[in-house]
T-cell receptor
Framework: AQKVTQAQTEISVVEKEDVTLDCVYE???????LFWYKQPPSGELVFLIRRNSFDEQNEISGRYSWNFQKSTSSFNFTITASQVVDSAVYFC????????????FGQGTRLTINP | DAGVTQSPTHLIKTRGQQVTLRCSPK?????VSWYQQALGQGPQFIFQYYEEEERQRGNFPDRFSGHQFPNYSSELTVHALSLGDSALYLCASSLPYRETYGYTFGSGTRLTVV
């Protein structure tokens, strides 16, 4: 069975600090897909990134970066120079296919950026 | 371009009643999935509808049923409500079996069972 663990329930940092959100996953599939979503107070889940299991290249998008390591089954998310607008709940998720198949979510990390 | 629209936004029901939640997918999307998110937890997959049929189902009892209409909109009905059904219900739409970047989610319906 697939499982995603986000051990950090809540993180609080001061604005402009860097912060890393951890994600550890379990799956027996050799091909799988990892996602990060952001959930602001309004409730909708906002897609941030998708990664497939055969591409371990790290990715950077502005202040966001992702570190995928198959050897440790981890897909960590780093926000550089955090801003108050980054405050939200962040979810890591796993899917067995790239398309519209079911996502298995972690329990989420509530990130608070204090001014 | 309208995203995923869910109604109502909030709902209070009594134990034993049934409730129907509605979802209109993003324009151009034909697949609808439903997720339940309990307070402080990650979303859990309920089921997915495509071509008016249930294509996948998560570990939810038969009290949870769904429907998809020809215009791709969808309904989720929960029968015999229990306190444990209190949650945020998220609808997500997508194109099936494509290299899509996941779903487009709605803002959800907050269901409170008293």
């Amino acid at each position: 069975a697939q499982k995603v663990t986000q051990a950090q329930t809540e993180i609080s940092v001061v604005e402009k600090e860097d912060v890393t959100l951890d994600c550890v996953y379990e799956t027996r599939d050799t091909t799988y897909y990892l996602f990060w979503y952001k959930q602001p107070p309004s409730g909708e889940l906002v897609f941030l990134i998708r990664r497939n299991s055969f591409d371990e290249q790290n990715e950077i998008s502005g202040r966001y970066s992702w570190n995928f390591q198959k050897s440790t089954s981890s897909f960590n998310f780093t926000i550089t120079a955090s801003q108050v607008v980054d405050s939200a709940v962040y979810f890591c998720a796993l899917s067995e296919s790239p398309g519209a198949q079911k996502l298995v979510f972690g329990q989420g990390t509530r990130l608070t950026i204090n001014p | 371009d309208a995203g995923v629209t869910q109604s109502p936004t909030h709902l209070i029901k009594t134990r034993g009643q049934q409730v129907t939640l509605r979802c209109s997918p993003k324009s151009g999307h034909d697949t609808v999935s439903w997720y339940q998110q309990a307070l402080g937890q990650g979303p859990q997959f309920i089921f997915q509808y495509y071509e008016e049929e249930e294509r996948q189902r998560g570990n939810f009892p038969d009290r949870f049923s769904g429907h998809q209409f020809p215009n791709y909109s969808s309904e989720l009905t929960v029968h015999a409500l229990s306190l444990g059904d209190s949650a945020l219900y998220l609808c997500a739409s997508s194109l099936p079996y494509r290299e899509t970047y996941g779903y487009t989610f709605g803002s959800g319906t907050r269901l409170t069972v008293v």
